[in-house]
DNA sequence: CAGTGATGTCAGCGCTGTTGACACCCGATC
DNA sequence: GATCGGGTGTCAACAGCGCTGACATCACTG
């Protein structure tokens, strides 16, 4: 038993991950500072490195976590299409609320750990639905950019930021901007929606695509 | 003339967002500090505090001064559907050079300036291609957050990360992830490719949709 | 029983954005 | 023409950040 201290060293990274995950959750504020995480710990800062490298690699290892308990808690049914936008409804669930770490994940491909079982399962839903074999990976890449690319930045929107952008495009002189002055008030209203709407853009055309191959 | 000093003082707005913009381009590094801005300017760093309230406000007056050149130098031509695809490609090539300015743009909509003209475009071709009208707002919305959140994510990515993560689904257990550890070989190797795929999937849906109104 | 490695503490480095006091210099005013 | 005042750049410094190296402590091993 080279690693695991029988007496229990009061810190672990399992522990440091909770801890860290504890403060993203209590604070609004997605950047939890080594200080701030320490003092959550009851311990001198600099401890963690003692089981980390640095930052990041809290942040991949908290990311992974996240990752595998998508995969775990999550029963799929119905058809590929059903099942892919759940699943890549839960993987927007998951990046609104924790995007920091996860985006470390981009940077850092983690060594071998628990967080890949989405990928697998949304490659094998696209092959599954008939993509041409060629276009699965880009497929996949698109879906997975857009996913996790609109939901990092819709998750920095604040009501207020919203809020602002209609009223910025509601004052604007209407001779240069007939579309944007008429449209300002419905936007953003719910981008929540706005992001299934673009999903299920995309899932039309996968399917289209596929339904003319099959023909 | 109460603003403007006739002898011309050293900086002003313009000739900071000059340097800073310079700054971005020299240095891949896209995180520019104003102790560098300062020492490019050859002056004390926080000389630019007399013309801009914070960092912030300098990074969204390079946004909006980098969203203007974008409508301003595009020529689009072709029917709706090509002149969006290409006024969104040209919004991603902006936004993988300076990500950073032109997210902090999200947060702080910059008070009337000239940045605006793209969104204009953008939704006036919504309507010519003949999407319903409730539906433009939405359909906006999908089409910005997946340009502007996809390209953020794109361009944090390297060769190395990518490669990366290339090798870590090629080293998965194959018994447990089949479709990745096939796949893997394939992927990221082209996300400017990608992009475009998953932009033309909601082009491809919207222009159905179109259609199917229409008949 | 001596020694070794893991763990937590502490002081501190170099960086960041930002502030307030100070000096200057130019243009307007009496 | 002297005097004021506001806009501008300088400087020192603050609080925060991630991170490092030296040190103390403790538990287990040979």
Redesign the pocket.
Known sequence: ???????A????RDVIVDAYLRLVEAEDND????????SE??????????????????LTAAADRLLAEVTDGLELSGGWRDQLRELLLALRRVYLVHPRALLALQLAPPRLENGFGNVERCIALLREAGVAEDEVPIAYEALETYTIGATVFDARATEESLAGWRQVYRMLPAGRFPNLTATAASLYLDIDKAFRYGLDLMLDAIEARVRGIER
Do not use: C, W
């Not at 060293?9 to 672990?12: A, E, F, V």
């Not at 950047?31 to 320490?38: E, I, Q, Y």
């Not at 710990?41 to 809290?58: M, Q």
């Open positions: 038993m080279p690693a695991q201290n029988p007496v060293s009061r810190l672990s950047s939890v500072s080594l200080r701030r995480l320490g710990l009851g311990v001198d800062p600099t401890a963690v490195y003692r089981h980390f490298r640095d930052k990041d690699e809290i």
